[in-house]
């Protein structure tokens, strides 16, 4: 374990002189001279060099190794878009800059909410929002606003409690609890085995208080609702609006559009699908997207183009004002536009394809010898249920931290909360069939063969890591943040 700099440090190896000839000659008053050491560490610099190398050795990378919560949270991206990203022509320029001056970023916002328009067959498209659940409540105020425009109280939102983020009925994750930020009553519905929604058990919902009914398709367990087109037209025709929760867009670009499908609201992760790593908490986007008659509720300002100039519009009397300050996160939808620009239309079904195929061809690897609740198909993730496996007490939990110990970040777990000890894997597009080989064998080989044969090992997992297993709760609730 590499230890801290002010353990490191020794009186014998000084590094560092502090002189200051202003000090010497000038006459500080007595209250404002320093009266203890600086408590800087005393490190050579050879010794400093090799502190932050090792550190950057212990980073979890997509480039060191793979990564298989795949596009959820962050797929690899191209490095070339990092590099356009910090042109100086676009880092350099300010929010407040004359509009003349910035013609070069609102032509890019311009072109890539029209690219945004034609993946998603959406009318119009938002770039204000910073992350998916801030594109989420965005929409919902959307929502909202033209309900009470055409004066009708609907205070409810139906969200299955396969949605990602799930477990509507306590409001966790990021459906409904969006939908509960933006003021709605959250009406859950239980969902079938593989997560797709029952038409008998969603008509028995649908009130004149429903406002709208938030879906991903496809949905958390990588199944595309076959339903999709009667879901529509009966959500439709109780006045309802259809909401699309776009973090599984890596899954049918350039094959379906939700737009098509019949969702009237959604938004895209710019930082999942199209090419930011959001690793870190940030940095993110989530623009909206709407049908025509919901265009004048949008956030402001509207980046149009008049007469081959571009302008921020302010003036729509129906927006819901503004969600973020100034436009959007630039550098991440410089790099979304960089993606969409190189790989065109058939380039972005490529990779949905080609995410597809990856998924499907792990899923194979595994449903022989462990479970698949949603059945032997998927769209671009599966989550499989090694539960009837389990035995001397081994759990889920068990299986992620001893893949630490096999270099592998563990993927999603006990999640989606409708699948008992859930291993949910992503494996993305741009991964070899070498890589996706060797990480089913790691996984099959801690489920089949050391449970069985080594249950402590695993209960003790992770073994080779820096730091041991934590108790997670005190982690989370009681942290550890500075050197004592």
Known sequence: MEKLLNELSSECQPAYGVECDV????QVPENLKRSTPLGLPNIAENDLLRHFTNLSRKNYALSTVFYPLGSCTMKYNPLINERIARNDAFNNVHPYQPIETMQSVLEVMYELEKDLCEVAGMDNFSLQQAAGAHGEFAGLLVISKYFKSIKQKRRKIIVPDSAHGTNPASAHGTNPASAAFAGF????????????????KLKEVLTPEIATMMLTVPNTLG??????????????????LLYYDGANLNAVMGIVRPG??????????????????????????????????????????????KKDKYMLNYKK??????????????????KASAYVKALGGKGLKNVSEQAVLNANYMLAKFKDKVNVPAGNRCMHEFVLSPKTLFKNDVRTIDIAKRLLDY???APTIY????????????PTETESKETLDKFVNVVNKIILEESYQEPQKLKDAPINTPVRRLNEVDAARKPILKWD
């Open 23 to 26: 000090a010497k000659n000038a």
């Open 185 to 200: 009553e959250i009406v859950p519905l239980k969902s079938e085995l593989d997560g797709s929604i029952s038409l008998d």
């Open 223 to 240: 199944v595309f609702e076959k339903s999709i087109t009667e879901i529509s037209k009966l959500v439709h025709d109780n006045g309802s």
């Open 260 to 305: 098509d499908m019949g969702f009237d609201v959604m938004h895209i992760n710019l930082h999942k699908t199209f090419s930011t790593p959001h690793g870190g908490g940030g940095p993110g986007s989530g623009p909206i997207g709407v049908k025509s008659f919901l265009e004048p509720f949008l956030p402001v300002p509207r980046v149009e183009k």
């Open 317 to 334: 009397s129906k927006n819901i004002g503004k969600v973020k300050a100034f436009f959007g996160n630039f550098p991440v939808i410089l």
């Open 407 to 409: 270099g592998y970040y």
């Open 415 to 426: 999640f989606p909360l409708i699948v008992d000890e859930a291993i949910m894997i992503e």
